[in-house]
């Protein structure tokens, strides 16, 4: 079964049963339009049940962890080199330093 149909069944059950919710609804508030005891809903009952064996008994995909994730990516370069400090700022420091150390 390809990926994208496994991962379209929850919401296909999660439509239907939302369905039947109104249905219930409507159901309640107007009998004499007969939704739930109708052929429509009961197909759609029958729809329903057979998404949902189907999104529980297929397969999924194993989950990669994370130390699996870690030890299949490559690591970056570590820096070895302490970074360049610019000549203006050199000189600033410097006299900053000269200054502290007369007084």
Do not use: C, W
Not at 13 to 34: E, G
Not at 65 to 85: G, L, S, Y
């Amino acid at each position: 079964m390809p990926k994208k149909l496994r991962a379209m069944l929850p919401h296909a059950a999660i439509l239907i049963a939302n369905m039947y919710i109104v249905f219930f609804l409507i159901d309640r508030v107007n009998s004499a339009m007969n939704f739930i005891d109708n052929g429509l809903t009961k197909g759609l009952l029958l729809a329903m049940s057979l998404i949902v064996l189907a999104d529980v008994l297929l397969p999924r995909p194993r989950p990669r962890r994370r130390a699996q994730a870690k030890r299949a990516a490559p690591e970056a370069p570590v820096a070895t080199e302490t970074p360049a400090v610019p000549e203006a700022h050199r000189a600033k420091h410097a006299a900053r330093d000269d200054g502290e150390a007369a007084a």
